[in-house]
């Protein structure tokens, strides 16, 4: 019997998020409140709209992790206490920890709550896993730095323990993310969810020379400026689509997508791959060449295998802008019979070929004379630009509320310039 597929776990930093993650087929959600996660800056949920994200993501038989993942200080431990309190009579499917203390405190306030413990507690060999899971974990996603061989080494010596492990998004410069960086420059520190990401900056070098103390007079290291700016502490970004079997074949239960600050668009197209190669794998039909080129439309930076393979492999360079694939619209409501009320994400002209992005990685093209596009007075438009809601006048019969459309390339459909 093959063994079963590992959960595909999507980001969801708020309702319209969650819905996204929902529809292009995410098994579970990892969500946090309007405070005490590691992703303060997003919009997160207040306790009523996580009521109603359990009932809605329970009715699409899909699990909800909420992260109270907070590296805590002295002050913060009242409102985490409270925090699990409310948390006790929510049904949530397990709550993200990375603090021993605060999981002290989860089994007395909310016993009845699976723990999973985060990313940031750094699990990084078998005894880290064994002391959590007698703590009373259910789970651990184990720390980024760790290679195939470490986590399959893991698995086999905590059997009785579920392992989650990040298998795309962005990578962090520090170790599983405990950087101070951003504490350092803007007082903003990332182990409280206020990571101001500099290791994403803009930075030109003007003169760096380091001299080891057991190396006098002469330098160890010599950085030159070469006029440019340049993301010189940037990871790529990781990447591990091409290994999913392994994943399945050594019991690995969660695969996690980073993102809960990414656009709805970006999250519904990563977790669509996903999604689609999962099933494809248990039909016997992986195609990783499908999945790396569609997610080579939404990198940023190159897509790699970072610290799982022996060496890092880069799979994918990013694409230039005029090379990827803009996601014009979002559907909204019907609008009569044959139109849709859109969101305009991106500046598109009327007249170009349109990709319906379909969960199962269909997508389906909208030619030139398939759609029209009209204002709110129902005249027709030759350009829509990002922020407008226009109606989208088009007959394809699988179109429906939450869908993305993106642009296509004129070339690849035999259609001349535009």
Not at 133 to 146: K, P, S, T
Not at 261 to 268: F, G, I, Q, V, W
Not at 276 to 290: I, Q, S
Request: glycine share 8%.
């Amino acid at each position: 019997m093959p063994k079963p597929l590992p959960e595909l776990l999507a980001p969801a930093g708020n309702p319209d998020k969650l819905a996204t993650a929902l529809a292009y087929g995410a098994d579970a959600v990892y969500l946090g409140g309007r405070a005490l996660s590691l992703r303060a800056k997003t919009e997160g949920f207040s306790f009523p709209e996580l009521r109603s994200a359990v009932e809605l993501a329970h009715g699409r038989g899909a699990k909800v992790y909420f992260a109270l993942n907070l590296l805590a200080r002295e002050e913060h431990l009242a409102g985490v206490e409270a925090y699990l309190e409310e948390l006790a009579d929510i049904d949530v499917d397990g709550v993200i920890i990375a603090d021993p203390g605060i999981a002290a405190m989860a089994r007395r306030r909310a016993p009845h709550i699976p723990i999973h413990i985060s990313t940031q507690a750094n699990t990084s060999n078998s005894a880290a896993a064994a002391f959590w899971r007698d703590l009373g974990a259910r789970r651990v996603n184990v720390a980024r730095e760790l290679g195939a061989s470490r986590i399959r080494a893991m698995v086999a010596k905590v059997p009785d323990l579920e392992f989650e492990v990040f298998v795309h998004g962005a990578m962090c410069m520090a170790v599983s993310g405990r950087c101070l960086l951003s504490a350092h420059l803007t007082d903003r520190s990332g182990n409280l969810g206020q990571c101001t990401h500099p290791c994403r900056y803009d930075y030109t070098v003007t003169a760096v020379r380091l001299e080891e103390r057991l190396r006098p007079g002469r330098d160890t290291w010599e950085v030159r400026c070469g006029g440019e700016f340049s993301q010189v502490m940037a990871a790529e970004d990781l990447c591990l689509i091409k290994y999913l079997q392994w994943f399945r074949q050594n019991g690995i239960k969660s695969l996690k997508i980073e993102g809960r600050m990414k656009t709805p668009s970006y999250l519904a197209q990563v977790t669509d791959v996903y999604r689609t190669a999962l099933d494809d794998l248990a039909a016997g039909t992986f195609r990783p060449a499908l999945y790396l080129e569609e997610l080579q439309q939404l990198a940023t930076r190159p897509l790699s295998t970072s610290f799982f393979t022996p060496e890092p492999v880069t799979l994918r360079p990013a694409l230039s802008r005029e090379l990827t694939k803009n996601v014009v619209g979002r559907l909204v409501e019907p609008a009569g019979s044959d139109g849709w009320v859109m969101d305009v994400k991106h500046r598109f002209e009327t007249d170009a070929p349109l990709e319906i992005l379909l969960p199962g990685l269909r997508r389906p093209v909208l030619r030139p004379g398939d759609y029209g596009v009209e204002n709110d007075e129902g005249l027709g438009l030759d350009t829509a630009h990002g922020g407008m809601r226009v109606v989208l006048r088009c007959g394809h019969p699988d179109l429906e509320p939450g869908l993305f459309l993106r642009a296509a390339h004129p070339e690849a459909y035999g259609i001349r310039s535009i």
